[in-house]
């Protein structure tokens, strides 16, 4: 990476959302563009760099949220009008500031994406989709799932129309007219488009897409069929894209890929290199990126990439250099210059400070009156919970206006908080009760016992001895008291932040079969205190996730629901147990949906109509707990359930080889863990360690590698044992045989691990 940008920041704005700022078009070529941005208080600002001072061009006044702004204008000619989308109106701003439009458009549901192509207008709200030319309905869409962003390629180039909408379901859904010409299928839920190079790029069909857990690609949408030309993989586990642009920032001649991603990550990637994206600069800011443009703002002459962040700043990261070579006299007047700017921010900075004791005296003031009345301060929190496929983990992102004070958890289901190494706030566990039988999360943070079993399972020994292990049939042995939650709480944890922390990431890994409900209680530094409450659903089948095909190939047990059911109903249920399903059902007389077990690779496809619902999956446990969650919802709705199933025995063999690789990896690195301790011990003690075998000496040499590993995954070993023995009791339960007994002959087995003895142990339970 040989490119240096120097940040300045220029403004700051209410709370904005994704693409909501851009830069007018310039006069001539590298001079200072405008910059023109919404926000949450409804105020379309636009302004301009003079002697380093950001000087408003015009602002409106407030109104409804401001969820997307395009520029937009007559085709083949500069593209300076500014149209913004709030609630369901559109409104056209000139750029000197003079409103030319008011269209209410009439939606039963909020505008969420738009694209502007001449007199062609594009709105997509949640599912609905609408085309609109010369302010008349032209076409009509609605999405199985929902619409995140729409664009369409560009008309003056291709002379026709075609619309592509990115969803939720990891598809781009490309148009013709109100229908779908075809479905192209990308790596992630796509979160933003662009065109290739600003124009579609050679052919005017290339599409830039990015994804909601980090992933690029260029996919040529031609009249036929797509082409994918290359795609980006997020191996450094960064945030998800929110906005990209292309703009030459290197100055080679070939216009740059900009990035912008939800945990403040900036990239430029370059494409001279036969076309292939090389990376040439990444900056990370505090908090994420909602719009990204490149152009000239500060300084003529000097490109920058600008951007626009949640809580409103526009900053730059511009070529301009920090120290100029210049010779005596211009650096006189710099110095001078730069004397008159400090004391002009240094007198802002004093009124500030007056106003605030003023404020607060005041303050202070009414609140002693016995008529004082209190209003709690409002504040925004952008907030997202999604499951990430590759550590079969839920990242939970909080991200408010202002810095976060502390941050409490609390769950009703077992989890595992995971490490974040960005996170540096300081994280403290408060016991349910001291009263009640051991829980999950308690154990999870409890010392080792040592004891047969101490290796695979967390132990704490009170007079009984408890063993826990992490399954969702909750399975004791030498256990007096019957299991029970206490006070509702599995977890309760408070992440005390840093000075000046706006943003905050956590990792929780769940349990399948135990379903209930995550809180984030978010308190920021602002007065008086107020504290706003966030719930995120932890489903059955939380560490499933939608995929596009399965192995039809793989032996599968078979679940079929029959009754008086509505389509509608039997889609809630999925929704209920599954993630990443659209909340209505989708257009059509039934639905099939695909699944895949981040943690074990197991599939579910899902069959649903009105009087139907045919689940299969190679795993029996999948089948159990979908029998389970389904038969006691549809008794609480007094709906009458016939139910059937068909059980391959085969499928049990077949999980157990998914899990192998998996366990023997986990049993292999908690050996090579315990090791480390002594061998460093012996190496301290010979000086040297020439003596020992080339595996121990490996051993030493990755330690740290190791250690860091093994504190990532808490529970990970315990976690595959709990799924062994649901496993286990799963097969022997839909034979209606208790084989809870057993289970401590299954540890005995597990404790020293041979896969031909487990699968022989299961033939013969």
Same mark, same amino acid.
């Given at each position: 990476?040989?490119?240096?940008?120097?940040?300045?920041?220029?403004?700051?704005?209410?709370?904005?959302?994704?693409?909501?700022?851009?830069?007018?078009?310039?006069?001539?070529?590298?001079?200072?563009?405008?910059?023109?941005?919404?926000?949450? +208080?409804?105020?379309?600002?636009?302004?301009?760099?003079?002697?380093?001072?950001?000087?408003?061009?015009?602002?409106?006044?407030?109104?409804?949220?401001?969820?997307?702004?395009?520029?937009?204008?007559?085709?083949?000619?500069?593209?300076?009008?500014?149209?913004?989308?709030?609630?369901?109106?559109?409104?056209?701003?000139?750029?000197?500031?003079?409103?030319?439009?008011?269209?209410?458009?009439?939606?039963?549901?909020?505008?969420?994406?738009?694209?502007?192509?001449?007199?062609?207008?594009?709105?997509?709200?949640?599912?609905?989709?609408?085309?609109?030319?010369?302010?008349?309905?032209?076409?009509?869409?609605?999405?199985?799932?929902?619409?995140?962003?729409?664009?369409?390629?560009?008309?003056? !180039?291709?002379?026709?129309?075609?619309?592509?909408?990115?969803?939720?379901? !990891?598809?781009?859904?490309?148009?013709?007219?109100?229908?779908?010409?075809?479905?192209?299928?990308?790596?992630?839920?796509?979160?933003?488009?662009?065109?290739?190079?600003?124009?579609?790029?050679?052919?005017?069909?290339?599409?830039?897409?990015?994804?909601?857990?980090?992933?690029?690609?260029?996919?040529?949408?031609?009249?036929?069929?797509?082409?994918?030309?290359?795609?980006?993989?997020?191996?450094?586990?960064?945030?998800?894209?929110?906005?990209?642009?292309?703009?030459?920032?290197?100055?080679?001649?070939?216009?740059?890929?900009?990035?912008?991603?939800?945990?403040?990550?900036?990239?430029?990637?370059?494409?001279?290199?036969?076309?292939?994206?090389?990376?040439?600069?990444?900056?990370?800011?505090?908090?994420?990126?909602?719009?990204?443009?490149?152009?000239?703002?500060?300084? +003529?002459?000097?490109?920058?990439?600008?951007?626009?962040?949640?809580?409103?700043?526009?900053?730059?990261?511009?070529?301009?250099?920090?120290?100029?070579?210049?010779?005596?006299?211009?650096?006189?007047?710099?110095?001078?210059?730069?004397?008159?700017?400090?004391?002009?921010?240094?007198?802002?900075?004093?009124?500030?400070?007056?106003?605030?004791?003023?404020?607060?005296?005041?303050?202070?003031?009414?609140?002693?009156?016995?008529?004082?009345?209190?209003?709690?301060?409002?504040?925004?929190?952008?907030?997202?919970?999604?499951?990430?496929?590759?550590?079969?983990?839920?990242?939970?992102?909080?991200?408010?206006?202002?810095?976060?004070?502390?941050?409490?958890?609390?769950?009703?289901?077992?989890?595992?908080?995971?490490?974040?190494?960005?996170?540096?706030?300081?994280?403290?566990?408060?016991?349910?009760?001291?009263?009640?039988?051991?829980?999950?999360?308690?154990?999870?943070?409890?010392?080792?016992?040592?004891?047969?079993?101490?290796?695979?399972?967390?132990?704490? !020994?009170?007079?009984?001895?408890?063993?826990?292990?992490?399954?969702?049939?909750?399975?004791?042995?030498?256990?007096?008291?019957?299991?029970?939650?206490?006070?509702?709480?599995?977890?309760?944890?408070?992440?005390?932040?840093?000075?000046?922390?706006?943003?905050?990431?956590?990792?929780?890994?769940?349990?399948?079969?135990?379903?209930?409900?995550?809180?984030?209680?978010?308190?920021?530094?602002?007065?008086?205190?107020?504290?706003?409450?966030?719930?995120?659903?932890?489903?059955?089948?939380?560490?499933?996730?939608?995929?596009?095909?399965?192995?039809?190939?793989?032996?599968?047990?078979?679940?079929?629901?029959?009754?008086?059911?509505?389509?509608?109903?039997?889609?809630?249920?999925?929704?209920?147990?599954?993630?990443?399903?659209?909340?209505?059902?989708?257009?059509?007389?039934?639905?099939?949906?695909?699944?895949?077990?981040?943690?074990?690779?197991?599939?579910?496809?899902?069959?649903?109509?009105?009087?139907?619902?045919?689940?299969?999956?190679?795993?029996?446990?999948?089948?159990?707990?979908?029998?389970?969650?389904?038969?006691?919802?549809?008794?609480?709705?007094?709906?009458?359930?016939?139910?059937?199933?068909?059980?391959?025995?085969?499928?049990?063999?077949?999980?157990?080889?998914?899990?192998?690789?998996?366990?023997?990896?986990?049993?292999?690195?908690?050996?090579?863990?315990?090791?480390?301790?002594?061998?460093?011990?012996?190496?301290?003690?010979?000086?040297?360690?020439?003596?020992?075998?080339?595996?121990?000496?490996?051993?030493?040499?990755?330690?740290?590698?190791?250690?860091?590993?093994?504190?990532?995954?808490?529970?990970?070993?315990?976690?595959?044992?709990?799924?062994?023995?649901?496993?286990?009791? +799963?097969?022997?339960?839909?034979?209606?045989?208790?084989?809870?007994?057993?289970?401590?002959?299954?540890?005995?087995?597990?404790?020293?691990?041979?896969?031909?003895?487990?699968?022989?142990?299961?033939?013969?339970?």
């Amino acid at each position: 990476m040989d490119l240096n940008l120097n940040r300045a920041d220029y403004l700051q704005v209410g709370v904005t959302s994704q693409k909501t700022m851009k830069l007018l078009p310039a006069s001539r070529h590298r001079a200072t563009q405008k910059v023109v941005l919404g926000d949450h +208080d409804g105020v379309v600002t636009c302004f301009g760099m003079k002697k380093g001072e950001a000087v408003a061009v015009f602002k409106t006044l407030p109104g409804q949220k401001i969820a997307r702004l395009e520029l937009g204008g007559v085709l083949n000619t500069p593209q300076e009008k500014i149209f913004v989308a709030s609630g369901s109106e559109i409104r056209g701003f000139t750029k000197r500031g003079k409103q030319f439009l008011s269209f209410e458009t009439n939606l039963t549901e909020s505008i969420k994406a738009m694209y502007v192509s001449g007199s062609d207008l594009f709105l997509s709200a949640s599912y609905i989709y609408n085309h609109y030319c010369d302010c008349k309905d032209q076409h009509y869409y609605l999405s199985g799932d929902r619409i995140n962003d729409v664009i369409c390629l560009p008309v003056e !180039r291709l002379s026709r129309l075609t619309p592509v909408l990115a969803c939720q379901d !990891r598809v781009l859904r490309v148009l013709q007219g109100s229908d779908v010409l075809y479905e192209v299928e990308v790596p992630g839920p796509p979160t933003a488009l662009a065109l290739h190079g600003g124009n579609g790029g050679d052919s005017g069909e290339d599409l830039l897409f990015g994804t909601s857990d980090g992933k690029l690609g260029i996919i040529q949408v031609t009249t036929a069929k797509p082409i994918h030309k290359w795609e980006i993989r997020n191996e450094r586990k960064r945030g998800g894209v929110l906005c990209v642009d292309s703009f030459d920032i290197v100055g080679d001649g070939v216009k740059d890929l900009l990035v912008g991603r939800d945990d403040g990550v900036v990239e430029v990637y370059s494409l001279h290199h036969a076309n292939e994206p090389v990376l040439k600069f990444d900056q990370a800011l505090s908090e994420s990126i909602t719009s990204i443009q490149g152009g000239c703002v500060g300084k +003529d002459g000097y490109d920058e990439i600008v951007v626009s962040t949640y809580s409103g700043w526009v900053t730059g990261l511009t070529t301009e250099p920090v120290h100029r070579e210049s010779g005596p006299g211009e650096e006189l007047k710099i110095s001078q210059e730069m004397q008159n700017k400090i004391s002009s921010l240094r007198s802002e900075l004093e009124q500030l400070q007056y106003r605030v004791l003023q404020e607060r005296e005041r303050y202070q003031q009414a609140s002693q009156s016995s008529r004082a009345v209190f209003a709690v301060p409002s504040f925004s929190i952008n907030d997202k919970f999604t499951l990430n496929k590759d550590d079969a983990s839920y990242s939970l992102i909080l991200e408010v206006q202002t810095a976060i004070d502390n941050v409490l958890i609390q769950s009703d289901v077992p989890i595992d908080l995971l490490d974040v190494d960005k996170n540096s706030a300081v994280v403290s566990f408060s016991s349910c009760d001291s009263e009640a039988p051991l829980t999950p999360a308690r154990m999870a943070h409890l010392p080792f016992s040592a004891s047969r079993v101490a290796s695979h399972f967390q132990l704490c !020994r009170t007079p009984p001895l408890e063993v826990f292990l992490r399954c969702r049939h909750r399975c004791v042995i030498s256990f007096s008291k019957p299991f029970k939650k206490s006070n509702d709480n599995f977890l309760l944890a408070t992440y005390r932040c840093q000075a000046n922390t706006t943003r905050l990431e956590l990792k929780i890994r769940s349990i399948e079969g135990q379903y209930g409900t995550l809180q984030a209680y978010v308190t920021p530094r602002i007065q008086p205190k107020t504290c706003q409450v966030r719930q995120y659903l932890i489903k059955p089948l939380s560490l499933h996730q939608r995929t596009h095909c399965i192995d039809h190939d793989r032996p599968v047990n078979t679940l079929t629901l029959t009754g008086q059911f509505s389509f509608a109903e039997v889609h809630s249920w999925v929704v209920f147990c599954l993630p990443e399903v659209p909340e209505k059902p989708p257009a059509g007389e039934s639905v099939t949906f695909y699944f895949q077990n981040t943690f074990l690779d197991t599939q579910l496809e899902s069959h649903c109509r009105k009087g139907e619902g045919v689940f299969k999956s190679d795993n029996i446990s999948t089948i159990s707990i979908l029998k389970d969650v389904l038969s006691k919802e549809a008794t609480k709705r007094k709906i009458n359930l016939n139910i059937s199933y068909e059980i391959n025995e085969v499928s049990v063999k077949h999980t157990l080889k998914l899990i192998h690789p998996k366990l023997e990896y986990q049993l292999l690195l908690a050996k090579k863990v315990q090791l480390i301790d002594a061998l460093k011990e012996l190496q301290i003690h010979e000086g040297n360690t020439n003596f020992l075998i080339p595996e121990y000496r490996c051993i030493l040499e990755e330690a740290d590698h190791l250690q860091e590993e093994y504190k990532k995954q808490p529970a990970h070993l315990e976690r595959l044992y709990g799924m062994i023995t649901d496993l286990f009791i +799963d097969k022997f339960k839909f034979k209606g045989t208790n084989v809870k007994t057993k289970v401590p002959l299954l540890l005995e087995i597990l404790d020293s691990y041979d896969q031909n003895a487990l699968i022989a142990f299961f033939d013969a339970a």
